[in-house]
Structure formats: structure tokens, C-alpha cells
T-cell receptor, first 111, second 115 residues
């Protein structure tokens, strides 16, 4: 079967660094995406990893280890507006563009 | 450029009624995805089209659900008859469908409540 695991909730303080983990067991692997979703809004694309290593984009970085079926999203210099759900999604099948989504991690940033 | 446009934003109706959700893709995109999101099950893929052709409808819960893509820029998701357990947020997303790194872009969703 296809399975993606993320912690349900995390809490962190403004200005801090937080790491949100994602582990996956899928029949195949053709890329991993991270999305941000504020309450009541649509998911928006944050990052994409297909090769092992770290991809950095401003305050956000995403890491992938394909051998371990593991990714993390690192958020630095947290701001109150970073309070949102963070969704990990894997494209498991070559030749298709569909994703399998995790249930998301709700991040609360406290002042 | 306009993003993915969904309508209606909110729909409240009584069980047994037909519900039609609409989606306009981003210009130039050729892959279309319908998702349902609930607290319990998260974001679930219902059906996926590529170049107007349904590729994978394995996520469609039952025959009460149907989706069409009559042209390259527009899609509908229909529920008939609707039931209270269909209450959820329904998202439509599109992507360029070329290249592995192309992300999906989501519409603002339709909040559906079946009474």
C-alpha cells in the first residue's frame, strides 16, 4: 500500500527554527512536494525534491533521503504568519502526475 | 494570470439533491485533479484528467459521483444524489503536466454541506 506519515501538530516560538518530518512507503517514487495550507484556504506549493539532499528557498528548506523514505521541511526565523498546515505529497507512479498526500502537520507559532 | 477558479465557494443543500461543482483550469495547463478534504481523511484524490481524458478515477467513492471535462479549460464534479457524508471541502487543481517538477496549483475550494 501507499503510506505517508507526518506528525499531527507542532508548536514553536516566533524567531525559532522548526523541522517538520515526513516518512513515506510507496510502491514507487518520482518526487516529493511540500505544500502550505492556511486555515480555510487552498494548499500552495512550497518546494520539490527528487534527488537526495537539501533544497533551499529563502527561510524554507526541504531535505530528501530516498533510501530512508524520509523528507523534512525546515522553517527558519519563524513568523506568526507561518502558522498553517504543512502537507507532504509524493508522486509514486512514473508516467502520471497524481500525488499521494499526507494528512498534514498543523504548526502553531507562538509569540 | 488568473489561477484555478472554482464555483460555488460555498454550497448548502439537503440530502438527495444534485450538486454540481465547477472548475476552470489555468490557461496552458493540461492536467486536472479533483480532491476532497476532511479533517479525518485529509486530502484525497478523487479523479485525475490529462488532456481532457480521465486517467485515474479509482478515488471516486461510488457511482453517485461523476466528473467530466467537456473542454480543455473546464471541468465539473457532480454528486447525485447527495448524502450528509459527502460534506467536505472539494478542491480542484491543475498542472502543466509536462516535466516531473511541475507542481499542482489549487483553486480556493468549494465548502459543501449536505443537511
Amino acid at each position: 500500500g501507499q503510506n505517508i506519515d507526518q506528525p499531527t501538530e507542532m508548536t514553536a516560538t516566533e524567531g525559532a527554527i522548526v523541522q517538520i518530518n515526513c516518512t513515506y512507503q510507496t510502491s514507487g517514487f518520482n518526487g516529493l512536494f511540500w505544500y502550505q495550507q492556511h486555515a480555510g484556504e487552498a494548499p500552495t506549493f512550497l518546494s520539490y525534491n527528487v534527488l537526495d539532499g537539501l533544497e533551499e528557498k529563502g527561510r524554507f528548506s526541504s531535505f530528501l533521503s530516498r533510501s530512508k523514505g524520509y523528507s523534512y521541511l525546515l522553517l527558519k526565523e519563524l513568523q506568526m504568519k507561518d502558522s498553517a498546515s504543512y502537507l507532504c505529497a509524493v508522486r509514486a507512479e512514473e508516467g502520471t502526475y497524481k500525488y499521494i498526500f499526507g494528512t498534514g502537520t498543523r504548526l502553531k507559532v507562538l509569540a | 494570470d488568473a489561477g484555478v477558479i472554482q464555483s460555488p465557494r460555498h454550497e448548502v443543500t439537503e440530502m438527495g439533491q444534485e450538486v454540481t461543482l465547477r472548475c476552470k483550469l489555468i490557461s496552458g495547463h493540461n492536467s486536472l485533479f479533483w480532491y476532497r478534504q476532511t479533517m479525518m481523511r485529509g486530502l484525497e484524490l478523487l479523479i485525475y484528467f490529462n488532456n481532457n481524458v480521465p486517467i485515474d478515477d479509482s478515488g471516486m467513492p461510488e457511482d453517485r459521483f461523476s466528473a467530466k471535462m467537456p473542454n480543455a479549460s473546464f471541468s465539473t464534479l457532480k454528486i447525485q444524489p447527495s448524502e450528509p457524508r459527502d460534506s467536505a471541502v472539494y478542491f480542484c487543481a491543475s498542472s502543466q503536466g509536462r516535466g516531473a517538477a511541475q507542481p499542482q496549483h489549487f483553486g480556493d475550494g468549494t465548502r459543501l454541506s449536505i443537511l
